[in-house]
Each structure stands twice: as C-alpha cells, then as structure tokens.
C-alpha cells in the first residue's frame, strides 16, 4: 500500500453551513451522471419541559404521511419482512447485478455520525423523495460503528421493513467496498408504473 497516500474523512457539516451549501447548489448545473448528494438537515430541537407530563410525539398516520407512502399503507398488502441479501420476486440477473454493485445508484444519503433518531428521520425523508423520483437504486451509508456494532447499522433493516416503505423496496444489500462495504447499503426500490 503507497504510504504517501492521505485518508479523508468527512464531518458532519454545521446547520448554517448545510444552508449556505444548499443556496450554492441550487445555482448550478449537475453533471451528467453525477449522483445527487443528499445533505441531512438536523431540526433544531428544544430542550424537554422539566414541569408537566412527558408526552409521547403523536404517530405518522396514513393522513398525515407523504402522499406516496400514505398510498402505500392502504394497500393492505402484506409483504414478507426484507433480509439482507435476499432478493425474493427479483429476477436472477437484477439480483445478481444489485448485489454486485454493478447497478447505477441514483442517490445516496449518508447517516455516519448521526444519532438514531436524526438518522431515521432523515432515511424517510430521503427514501419518499426517492420513491417520488422514480428512483431505482440508493446507497445508504451508516458506518460500521465501534467493533462492527453500529446502531444504524444494526436498525436499518428495522427501519426499511417499516409498513410506509416497505411496499416500494424489492430488497437490500450490503455494499461493495468501494462504495462502504459493511457500513453501507445498496435499497433496489421497486419501478413506479404509474
């Protein structure tokens, strides 16, 4: 291995420089075949009330969930839950390709650095702009964690087997290395034929 080579290691970007690079991007042209790079906006959260009962956030019902995902939900159908390299209903070379990475990922999102509840907010948003694009294959990067014991590596099958997307996702994999290897995921997203 060349020695003189330099690990980079992107941080996690302030709010105010999240907002400056988002005025910036939307002034220019994307190059052709370029993925689109997803910046997570962290809300600003209050500190809990000490006084008065601790209330639970209400639910994301089918009225109040993103238009794709609430038509999801109604389907009523049920799916079996996603594993991690199974591709049931997949036809044998999509699976194979997919699971290759020999796919082209349309858009990626990436979680390192977050804690739980940020990063699963922000996989839902970024999975229903996804599937409201047409999209077909994501990368999503969570880190490996300490000792290969991520916390959003370890939820995320969790959270892709939740009823408001798992009606769009055909399956997951791990990534291949040059895309994060066991800190990322490849999601195949099912065609929208509208």
Request: one cysteine or more.
């Amino acid at each position: 291995m060349d020695t003189n080579k330099r690990r980079h290691y992107r941080r996690t970007l302030t709010q105010d420089e999240a907002r400056l690079w988002e005025e910036i991007a939307r002034t220019v042209n994307p190059i052709s075949g370029r993925l689109p790079f997803v910046t997570a906006n962290e809300p600003e959260i209050s500190p809990p009330e000490m006084d008065g009962p601790v209330s639970t956030p209400p639910s994301s019902t089918p009225s109040q969930a993103p238009p794709l995902l609430r038509a999801a939900t109604q389907k009523n159908k049920p799916f079996l839950p996603l594993e991690p390299g199974k591709s049931p209903g997949v036809d044998h070379r999509t699976a194979l390709k997919f699971k290759r990475g020999k796919m082209h990922v349309d858009a990626r999102i990436d979680l390192h650095g977050m804690g739980k509840d940020t990063a699963h907010a922000n996989l839902m948003d970024f999975m229903n702009r996804a599937i409201r694009n047409g999209y077909r294959c994501l990368l999503v990067i969570t880190g490996k964690g300490t000792r290969g014991e991520g916390v959003l590596r370890r939820a995320l099958p969790g959270w892709l087997n939740d009823t408001r997307i798992r009606p769009h996702i055909l399956s997951f994999s791990t990534a291949r290395p040059e895309h994060g290897g066991e800190g990322a995921f490849y999601i195949l997203l099912r065609r929208n034929r509208l």
